[in-house]
């Protein structure tokens, strides 16, 4: 995905390049003739593009034509044929683009086929260009620019890059091209849906260790060009390494992460490793011994990684089933990458895979920012639940690595507990986000519901909650001034914090309107709206984090980040965890009171990602905003049109999360229902509430999801919490 970040930062002022429209409409091989010199093998990716490119097209590119933009699409190292092109164009010796004209004119004939939009399109690049652009300025890039119509798609190529910048286009002449067939990412997809018995592979390791071009000689036949890659790996590879690889182990990892077309050698090894006649893996055994050596030096992890494939294998996935796969297998620990790759695709399956032996590449492969995780070939795995079906006829499956005595549930929840911690895809409950599509409608009451009271069994104007992996709910039962624990099957709860009358003694609480609980040292952190201050509350010790402001909602994100909505200031601040004795910075809002995009108007509940994107309920001006990291501004994600009942409206929005797809789902206060946004959707949908009898809510506010992703409300004037089931 390189062409999308392969940005001018010069900001150079060059003449237009116009002359190759005169030019001579040719075949690709002879438009690209002149090039030969510069790019080697170039006749070899030539082929690739004409064989794999979209021919025939509905919009009438002959097979040249279309072939013209496949192969500018392809990777294949340094000297990629896009590369190449944009670095000629934006030579000030523009003598020197008089070669390409020929390729040109072919690519700008077919280009002038293809239908034109006007839409927001994405690109981004690593780097911290953005302080160079300033308003109204006017540049003009002076090479072919890819974008994407999905920010996601850039998103998985940034990774959490620290320095980076993201551009957002407003294009009123993009080119949609939408190539059929591109190969990048692919090894993420490249899985056994067949769930052969296969014998397991290890003659390998009596192999003695060679270098990787004695290793691959006897794969040569199988894969054309190959010297050439070797080479190519072998000069980028992440060598001197910091593991003592030595620079063939390291090559032998990178070149399997290349991509090249169908004869990608992972493609090319993968197949072999789930043919049946294993007889024919042993041509494979020199490199699998170096790929093997390589991959015994590198770290291991027990972690949580994402697959996918953009197909609906999903169904054929149910509980306890076990199953191996055979080949070697890319992960990646972001799932924004798998996003990136999968798009919008209805028939695809997502892969959640808990594992105990991954081998951290990422820094060794030709793509650092997909935070690449292998699984060895042979990895047994445990289908944890059936699969469960998304939005579009897509599909979740979880899977857990099979690794003898470990493998137990205990183990399994305390990876996927720190995974969740280390990614926080929420941040006001420890548990993971659910990607389902449907719950049922018969709301449960799971705490209270026995009339506004200050009894154990009761709840008085419940308030913000938050749900731990056993499924104990904690409570901020802000009339009457404290925080309540309630556990799973309870008659009734038990105070944990304030209950001594309201007051602002450092024992006492004043209308709590949100908690945040820290499972490793017992503690809990709360809103104390009433006191104006932030509380910590550990081992019946109290402490005043944060004094002297209109707290309402509280959240952390995965860098030990408290982010606090102020909702008399219309604003939210941060302070990194442990230094309170600072006024924070302020992260959304702090403009005065207002309905402009860098305004707030009532913050009440807040919500962080993964890439410190903030998530405010903006209740004055009934919308959801997003604050992305460092913006000036934020962008309505939900409602923003009027205070109503219709499906692009909201009614004075209280809880919000976002979960990992990018949905966000809304406690719609005045209209009584909680309902789902998709961001750059004009409507939300309805998932429960305001209908029958059984899932009737009055104010719902708090919002959060367990680790099954069943959907707990704060159902305030109704003083009690409900849940409602995921429909499996």
Not at 2 to 19: M, Q, T, V, W
Not at 35 to 56: D, R, V
Request: aromatic share 10%.
């Amino acid at each position: 995905m390189n062409r999308f970040s392969d940005i001018d930062c010069s900001f150079k002022k060059l003449p237009p390049i116009y002359g190759f429209l005169s030019e001579e409409l040719v075949s690709i091989e002879k438009a690209l003739e002149p090039i030969g010199s510069q790019i080697a093998n170039l006749p070899y990716y030539i082929k690739i593009a004409k064989t794999y490119c979209h021919y025939p097209s509905e919009h009438g590119l002959t097979r040249d034509e279309s072939a013209s933009i496949y192969v500018y699409t392809m990777e294949w190292g340094e000297q990629t044929l896009y590369r190449i092109l944009n670095k000629t164009l934006r030579n000030e010796n523009r003598h020197l683009c008089k070669i390409w004209f020929p390729y040109l004119k072919l690519f700008d004939t077919a280009l002038n086929k293809l239908p034109t939009v006007k839409e927001i399109v994405w690109r981004g690049i690593t780097e911290d260009i953005g302080k160079n652009f300033h308003e109204n300025q006017i540049i003009t890039w002076l090479i072919v620019n890819s974008c994407s119509s999905k920010v996601s798609v850039i998103k998985g190529f940034l990774g959490n890059k620290k320095n980076s910048t993201t551009f957002l286009i407003e294009v009123l002449n993009g080119i949609k091209i939408n190539i059929k067939n591109t190969t990048v990412m692919n090894r993420f997809s490249d899985i056994d849906c067949s769930f052969k018995r296969l014998t397991p592979v290890y003659g390998f390791l009596s192999e003695e260790l060679v270098s990787i071009e004695k290793a691959l000689e006897p794969i040569e036949s199988q894969i054309a060009n190959l010297p050439y890659y070797i080479k190519i790996a072998k000069e980028y590879c992440h060598y001197p390494s910091e593991h003592g690889l030595t620079r063939d182990e390291s090559a032998s990892i990178y070149i399997y992460t290349m991509e090249w077309g169908e004869q990608t050698l992972y493609r090319v090894l993968n197949k072999t490793l789930r043919n049946e006649d294993r007889h024919l893996l042993k041509v494979w055994f020199p490199y699998l011994r170096l790929f093997d050596t390589a991959l015994n030096k590198l770290p291991t992890v027990k972690e949580i990684v994402w697959r996918g494939i953009t197909e609906d294998i999903g169904k054929n996935f149910h509980e306890n089933q076990i199953i191996t796969w055979w080949s070697v297998n890319s992960c990646s620990s972001k799932v924004s990458v798998i996003k990136g790759f999968l798009g919008n695709k209805k028939n695809s399956t997502t892969f959640l895979i808990e594992v105990l032996n991954g081998i951290k590449v990422s820094g060794h492969t030709e793509h650092e920012s997909e935070h690449e995780i292998i699984l060895r070939m042979g990895t047994e795995l445990r289908v944890k639940s059936d699969a469960l079906e998304h939005p579009k006829g897509s599909y979740h499956v979880h899977l857990i690595e099979i690794n003898g005595e470990n493998n137990n549930d205990n183990n399994h929840a305390l990876i996927l507990a720190s995974s969740i911690n280390q990614m926080q895809l929420t941040t006001n409950q420890n548990s993971s986000q659910p990607k389902f599509n449907k719950w049922k409608q018969n709301a449960i009451t799971v705490a209270g519901g026995n009339g506004q009271g200050q009894e154990l069994n009761q709840l008085n104007r419940p308030t913000g909650i938050f749900i731990d992996k056993n499924k104990i709910i904690f409570i901020a039962d802000c009339f009457n001034d404290r925080v309540v624990e309630w556990k799973c099957n309870a008659n009734e709860g038990q105070i944990i914090a304030g209950g001594n009358g309201k007051g602002n003694r450092i024992d006492q609480l004043n209308c709590p309107t949100d908690i945040i609980v820290d499972q490793q040292n017992h503690s809990i952190i709360i809103a104390d709206r009433g006191n104006r201050r932030v509380v910590q509350w550990l081992n019946q010790k109290q402490q005043i984090l944060i004094h002297n402001i209109d707290c309402f909602r509280l959240t952390m994100d995965k860098h030990g980040f408290l982010n606090v909505s102020d909702w008399k200031k219309n604003e939210v601040r941060r302070w990194k965890m442990g230094e309170y004795y600072n006024e924070g910075i302020i992260v959304a809002g702090g403009n005065g009171q207002g309905n402009q995009l860098n305004q707030l108007s009532c913050p009440l509940f807040i919500f962080v990602d993964e890439e410190q994107s903030i998530y405010v309920s903006d209740g004055g001006n009934n919308r959801v905003m997003k604050w992305r990291k460092d913006a000036k501004e934020g962008t309505t994600v939900a409602g923003g049109n009027g205070q109503g009942g219709n499906l692009n409206q909201l009614s004075h929005p209280e809880g919000i999360i976002v979960d990992d797809l990018g949905q966000i789902y809304v406690a719609d206060y005045g209209n009584h229902r909680i309902m789902r946004w998709c961001e750059g959707k004009e409507e939300g949908e309805i998932i429960v509430g305001r209908n029958s009898e059984g899932n009737q809510l009055n104010g719902p506010v708090g919002l959060s999801f367990d680790d099954e992703g069943n959907l707990y409300v704060t159902d305030r004037w109704n003083c009690r919490i409900v849940n409602f089931k995921i429909i499996l």
